[in-house]
């Protein structure tokens, strides 16, 4: 039972360090983008925006999900193979870092073309300065991998907070000594904010292999005593196999995100190039499209991170014997995906409720804001799409990520052309609530298909009732919110523009108002008691409501 406890504990310690790196590296890209807009213009943000899903499906492919992997692998060895654990880091240090190099060397190689296939050829400088960072970030992952399997989470989240910091920095170095940037030499710009990334993987990958290294010392005396052992696992090229098997489908899900980042940055510009706009335009009116993008992507990285930290808990409860154990990992799952719900659905409705004034807060102006409202609507759906492929993964489905992924490539670029040739360039918005809902939607369906169990109910009338319950709760929570939000605008929105500078004024009420409906939220799923004492247990945290079982009004026995 202390164990268990324990268990619990350091997983919740862990997935709180995870996911408060996550936080804080996705608000300092946030801020990160602020100045590059405010300083180089729509244009540039544009080529930036456009460039940078390029970057983010190469690392998906060569890198996402071996992390996780790394750590499922090293959890599953931990208790009783040290020796596995060199095995395991040593095929994943050889197996990204030749990933990395094959897609570092191929972005480099096609940058050109991809750049014509954007329809703006001054992104290929742009593309080239990132392919350094692909290698160095390919490296990073194996270790971060390493880090989160034997349970040091600090390690992991420290490193990439400071090369999301480097990075920015920069970033801002280059703007600042700019002394003017232009349509003719906005692509060697972007290219130099770029070469950012690099450096900050490059002080990453230092950080974790120093390290490393140091531990190794500190525990070479007692490797010693033990240096004649037979390893345990099969040789080198076993692990390999193994981890891209526990890798690949988590690869696939995770692409989702990022693959349609770059079908937009595909069809946008080309449809509205083909519409009548030059070149320039067309990735001037991307760069406005993307303006929402940052704070989607803080939303979809906390929850992503938030399920990566927890999936080797879920997958030591799955695969135990007793059936204790694989209960436990049900209400894992129940736990997960009601949190991803509610903050999903949080964010979506605040965003809607604040979108000129953050508009004008983080770019001067309130240019694309209708954009902007119909893109908030599918943090509920990406959100989901970010938790789905892990919990996916800890059932040990091997295609369901694949699917996700086609899916939505393929839904998100049809519906593009489709709603583009109506509508514009909001039309792409449309595409992106229809493409995320449906894909969100077939997810789900999956993860039923898996377990037969959605919310710990199962599908019947009482649990039909208790699906319901879970939903008004959670609508309720965020109606409450939305109700704050607009009361506190409708009072106070006015005075704060009035008695001090416009922008300065509207930053400092977003900000207040935002913590303050946060605050309202989270009162409210507490006091709705939206998360049952099973469920709080199983993340650690004691419930001092006892052993009632909110959701369905039973007691547990």
């Excluded at 790196?21 to 925006?49: C, R, W």
């Excluded at 000129?356 to 759906?381: K, P």
Aim: net charge positive; hydrophobic share 55%; charged share 10%.
């Amino acid at each position: 039972m202390q164990a268990d406890k324990y268990t619990a504990k350091v997983a919740a310690q862990g997935a709180m360090w995870l996911t408060g790196a996550v936080v804080v590296s996705k608000l300092i890209g946030v801020l990160q983008k602020i100045p590059l807009q405010n300083i180089a213009g729509d244009y540039v943000f544009g080529i930036y925006n456009a460039v940078y899903p390029i970057y983010q499906l190469i690392i998906v492919l060569a890198t996402a999900g071996l992390p996780t992997a790394i750590s499922i692998i090293i959890t599953e060895q931990s208790a009783s193979d040290s020796r596995g654990l060199s095995f395991t880091l040593r095929s994943a240090v050889a197996l990204l870092s030749i990933f990395g190099i094959i897609s570092a060397l191929a972005l480099w190689g096609a940058s050109d073309n991809i750049a014509i296939l954007f329809g703006e050829p001054a992104a290929a400088d742009a593309l080239r300065s990132l392919a350094p960072a692909v290698a160095l970030a390919a490296l990073a992952a194996a270790f971060r991998g390493y880090y989160q399997g034997i349970g040091k989470m600090s390690v992991s989240a420290i490193s990439q907070v400071l090369e999301q910091l480097v990075r920015v920095t920069v970033m801002i170095a280059v703007l600042l000594s700019a002394t003017a940037i232009t349509i003719n030499n906005a692509g060697r710009v972007t290219a130099a904010v770029m070469s950012g990334s690099a450096v900050g993987a490059s002080i990453a990958c230092i950080l974790l292999i120093v390290t490393y290294w140091w531990n190794q010392r500190r525990h070479i005396q007692s490797a010693s005593h033990n240096s004649n052992q037979k390893p345990l696992i099969a040789p080198y090229y076993v692990a390999t196999k193994r981890l891209l098997t526990v890798a690949m489908p988590a690869v696939l899900g995770a692409a989702v995100v990022p693959m349609l980042g770059v079908v937009d940055a595909i069809t946008i510009p080309r449809m509205l190039a083909a519409s009548g706009s030059t070149s320039s335009e067309a990735m001037t009116w991307f760069g406005i499209y993307s303006r929402s993008q940052p704070l989607i992507q803080l939303i979809v990285m906390v929850i992503g991170s938030l399920g990566a930290a927890l999936v080797p808990r879920l997958v030591i409860q799955r695969t135990a014997l007793q059936m204790e154990k694989q209960q436990e990992a049900q209400t894992g799952i129940s736990f997960l995906m009601k949190l991803t719900l509610a903050i999903c659905a949080a964010a979506a409705i605040g965003l809607l409720s604040l979108v000129n004034e953050i508009n004008v807060m983080l770019y001067r102006n309130t240019e694309g804001s209708a954009i902007f409202a119909w893109l908030a609507i599918t943090i509920l759906g990406s959100g989901l799409l970010a938790m789905l492929p892990p919990l996916l993964q800890s059932l040990g489905a091997t295609r369901s990520p694949a699917l996700l992924l086609l899916f939505a490539a393929l839904l998100k670029g049809v519906c593009n052309i489709w709603l583009m040739g109506h509508y514009g360039i909001i039309g792409a918005a449309y595409a992106g609530v229809i493409a995320f809902t449906l894909t969100a939607a077939y997810g789900i369906w999956l993860l039923y298909k898996r377990t037969r169990i959605i919310f710990l109910s199962t599908w019947n009338n009482q649990g039909i009732r208790s699906i319901i319950t879970v939903m008004l709760k959670i609508v309720v929570s965020v109606a409450l919110m939305a109700l704050f939000l607009l009361f506190t605008k409708l009072l106070f929105y006015q005075w704060a523009t009035a008695f001090m500078l416009h922008r300065l004024g509207i930053s400092l009420f977003v900000l207040t108002v935002v913590i303050g409906g946060a605050a309202v939220f989270f009162l409210s799923i507490m006091k709705l008691k939206l998360f049952d004492s099973a469920e709080l247990q199983w993340l650690g945290i004691q419930s001092k409501r006892g052993n009632d079982d909110v959701i369905s009004g039973r007691k547990r026995k």
